[in-house]
T-cell receptor, first 110, second 116 residues
Framework: GIQVEQSPPDLILQEGANSTLRCNFSDSVNNLQWFHQNPWGQLINLFYIPSGTKQNGRLSATTVATERYSLLYISSSQTTDSGVYFCAVERNNQGGKLIFGQGTELSVKP | EAGVAQSPRYKIIEKRQSVAFWCNPISGHATLYWYQQILGQGPKLLIQFQNNGVVDDSQLPKDRFSAERLKGVDSTLKIQPAKLEDSAVYLC??????????????FGEGSRLTVL
């Protein structure tokens, strides 16, 4: 099956710093989503981004489908950004099945 | 718009007991998913419904897990009998239609199961 690899696995930042999270996938996809799992376990949609670039406030994401990777940028990080960030992909013609990576655990210190 | 509703939020049972989780998807969402998330891992799909039909249950341990989606709306996931390794968060998600055709997956808050 398709492999989804996220890096780094862990990241510690000082408040106000910027960061880039990466998601590599091993096959063609027709869907890619980024989620933030907060400390209470809720998965929050960040971006639905099978290709191209999107921005939402301090967050932006870029997916280069032909090269099989996606990047999530967090600027001016805040303590509330702490949690686990997941990338999930749907392989072409797989009927909606999202495969998740292992996540990047982000901790933002005040 | 109301999100995906799940209950109970927490459940503690002893091994070999049974448990059931309930999910109410976002109104109008045809596709419903149950995922299992073990601590420290990403969510793993257990079963996918399109309306009230099963699309994919290849990773559902059918000897102990069962799920149904009567009338194409609410869904119930049951575990009987539970094992220690079933301790996890059970996440329900819904989408307007097939992901990749109409868009995004939206998750509920999850049901955390502890099996002692």
């Amino acid at each position: 099956g398709i492999q989804v690899e996220q890096s780094p696995p862990d990241l510690i930042l000082q408040e106000g710093a910027n960061s880039t999270l990466r998601c590599n996938f091993s096959d063609s996809v027709n869907n890619l989503q980024w989620f933030h799992q907060n400390p209470w376990g809720q998965l929050i949609n960040l971006f639905y981004i099978p290709s191209g670039t999107k921005q939402n406030g301090r967050l932006s994401a870029t997916t280069v489908a032909t090269e099989r990777y996606s990047l999530l940028y967090i600027s001016s990080s805040q303590t509330t950004d702490s949690g686990v960030y997941f990338c999930a992909v749907e392989r072409n013609n797989q009927g909606g099945k999202l495969i998740f990576g292992q996540g990047t655990e982000l901790s933002v210190k005040p | 718009e109301a999100g995906v509703a799940q209950s109970p939020r927490y459940k503690i049972i002893e091994k070999r007991q049974s448990v059931a989780f309930w999910c109410n998807p976002i109104s109008g969402h045809a596709t419903l998913y149950w995922y299992q998330q073990i601590l420290g891992q990403g969510p793993k799909l257990l079963i996918q419904f399109q309306n009230n039909g099963v699309v994919d249950d290849s990773q559902l341990p059918k000897d102990r897990f069962s799920a149904e989606r009567l009338k194409g709306v609410d869904s119930t996931l049951k575990i009987q009998p539970a094992k220690l390794e079933d301790s996890a968060v059970y996440l329900c998600a819904s989408s307007l239609d097939r992901v990749g055709v109409h868009g995004e997956l939206f998750f509920g808050e999850g049901s955390r199961l502890t099996v002692l």
